[in-house]
Structure formats: C-alpha cells, structure tokens
C-alpha cells in the first residue's frame, strides 16, 4: 500500500519498481531539479557470485521510517520537496531494482543532498533484512539493518567496504 504524506510518497512492495512510470513523477513548477537513487541487485559482494537477493522487512514500521526520514530531509534542505521513497519487498533477480528515490526541488544541490541522506538513514534506520543467495548453492543474511545482531564469520573477509559481517535475521535460528 502507498502512503502519501503531503509531498512525500514512500511504498514497500513485492511489485517490481518500475522505473519509467516512478520517473513521471512531475516536480513542482517552482522545482528546477530532479534528482533520482536507484539501488540495484549486483551480482557480486564481497568476492562471492550474486545470484538473487530476498529482502525481509517489517513494512509498516519501514513506511513510518520512510516519512520520518523524508520529512527530515525536507526540513534540512527544502521545505517544498517532493519526495518519493519506494522499496522492495520479497526475491528480486540480479539487476533489479530494490529502491528507488526521487527528489524534485528549486537547485540541485537540495535534491542531491536529500536522496543522499534518505538512502544512508535507510541503511541505518529501516527494519530491513537482505539474503543473499549464492552461485554455490549457499545462502547468507547479510548486513541490512544496524539494529540487528552482527558477528564476524571470518576476520579475512573484510575488504574495507561498508559491510561489517554476517547478519544474524530475526527468523534464523542459532
């Protein structure tokens, strides 16, 4: 379900995002700038071969993540920003796109500045879960969410990038 907060849209959906329809989104007259994230599903991390991703989430704590986060935004940068959060829900193929936001304001520089922030606050802030599912066969929970419970697999692993580790899903059993 959609859920409309003035000039914030946000969504989390099994349905795929589909980009040419969520880019029709008109900014304001006034709005001289559109500017657009897109995450997609890579076929590598960490050294291992990608071949789908399955995201958990808890949707509507994720939605109300999702407004608190556009409406900071908006009152950091513009007041009148148009924002669109939308989020995948479900298994998704490599290439597919998992999240898409959009920001429409008077400069650029605002609505550069606002899709950057909302995706780094959704990585820290949003209930959500990754799988990764492997070219061996083999599955792993992977960092998503900073509230959930992290531990090292393998000290070599770490190659520097933003992943600190093996996440443990809240549906996984130890």
Not at 48 to 55: A, G, H, Q, S
Request: aromatic share 8%; glycine share 6%.
């Amino acid at each position: 379900m959609e859920v409309e907060v003035g000039d914030i849209r946000v969504k989390v959906t099994r349905e795929p995002l589909l980009l040419t329809e969520l880019f029709g989104l008109k900014p304001d007259s006034a709005h001289g700038a559109v500017n657009s994230f897109v995450g997609t599903v890579r076929n590598l991390n960490l050294g291992r071969n990608v071949t789908k991703m399955e995201y958990d989430c808890f949707i509507p704590l994720c939605e109300k993540i999702f407004v608190d986060i556009a409406c900071e935004a908006q009152r950091k940068w513009c007041a009148d920003a148009n924002i669109l959060i939308f989020h995948r829900h479900g298994e998704l193929n490599v290439g597919d796109a998992s999240v898409v936001i959009i920001a429409t304001t008077g400069h650029r520089d605002e609505s550069y500045r606002i899709t950057r922030y909302i995706i780094e606050e959704i990585k820290i802030r949003a209930p959500i879960w990754k799988k990764e599912y492997y070219q061996d066969g083999e599955t792993d929970w992977v960092r998503g969410h900073a509230l959930c419970q992290h531990r090292k697999v393998d000290h070599h692993e770490h190659d520097g990038s933003h992943s600190c580790g093996r996440q443990v899903h809240p549906h996984e059993t130890r």
